[in-house]
T-cell receptor, first 112, second 117 residues
Framework: SQQGEEDPQALSIQEGENATMNCSYK?????LQWYRQNSGRGLVHLIL?????REKHSGRLRVTLDTSKKSSSLLITASRAADTASYFC????????????FGKGTSLLVTP | DAGVIQSPRHEVTEMGQEVTLRCKPI?????LFWYRQTMMRGLELLIY????????DSGMPEDRFSAKMPNASFSTLKIQPSEPRDSAVYFC???????????????FGPGTRLTVT
């Protein structure tokens, strides 16, 4: 079942601009992860943020988590054409936490 | 490490035929997941294994689908008989999970694009 829901569904920006994608979910979580999928390829893990964390950085990526609002955001700063891809949030939920529930993704297009 | 390996990368078959998809997880990972991705339904979890044992197969759409993990380095997803609506990209992913669940990221294979005509 899908829990995460990304917004917007599609985003088009120019190189150098920042891209912000949002994810909302419905039930309590252990952690939330963001993945990237280039066209025709498998998903690649970007960053994991635990439920007791509020913000995390990795290179040009910044992820925030607001458990009271059940939402997360992914910010890509100084975007590049190579960032063009679909971005998915995924949540795992108690009690087992084994499985990940993926949203339908945000399709990001970065034009030179 | 070679990452998660899936075969075949592409499969075209006729309706009614048996299809077997294969996956080799990353060595040392103890959890394995099979997903299906379509434009309409997005990424759906079909089944996952922990330490070679199926934990939850509630995502398997019908009895036509079956999955096995005979050892820690190999898993198969079988569709018999196949139908056109099974056309999708099937991904295998592996992960190192702690005792309290999926504490770590999942590593995805390149996927198998299945077309059933």
């Amino acid at each position: 079942s899908q829990q995460g829901e990304e917004d917007p569904q599609a985003l088009s920006i120019q190189e150098g601009e920042n891209a912000t994608m949002n994810c909302s979910y419905k039930t309590s979580i252990n952690n939330l992860q963001w993945y990237r999928q280039n066209s025709g390829r498998g998903l690649v893990h970007l960053i994991l943020i635990r439920s007791n964390e509020r913000e995390k950085h990795s290179g040009r990526l910044r992820v925030t988590l607001d458990t009271s609002k059940k939402s997360s955001s992914l910010l890509i700063t100084a975007s590049r054409a190579a960032d063009t891809a679909s971005y998915f949030c995924a949540t795992d939920a108690p009690p087992s936490g084994y499985a990940l529930n993926f949203g339908k993704g945000t399709s990001l297009l970065v034009t030179p | 490490d070679a990452g998660v390996i899936q075969s075949p990368r592409h499969e075209v078959t006729e309706m009614g035929q048996e299809v077997t998809l294969r996956c080799k997880p990353i060595s040392g990972h103890n959890s394995l997941f099979w997903y299906r991705q379509t434009m309409m339904r997005g990424l759906e979890l079909l089944i996952y294994f922990n330490n070679n044992v199926p934990i939850d197969d509630s995502g398997m759409p019908e009895d036509r689908f079956s999955a096995k993990m005979p050892n820690a380095s190999f898993s198969t997803l079988k569709i018999q008989p196949s139908e056109p609506r099974d056309s999708a990209v099937y991904f295998c992913a592996s992960s190192l999970s702690g005792t309290s669940g999926s504490l770590y990221e999942q590593y995805f294979g390149p996927g198998t694009r299945l077309t059933v005509t």
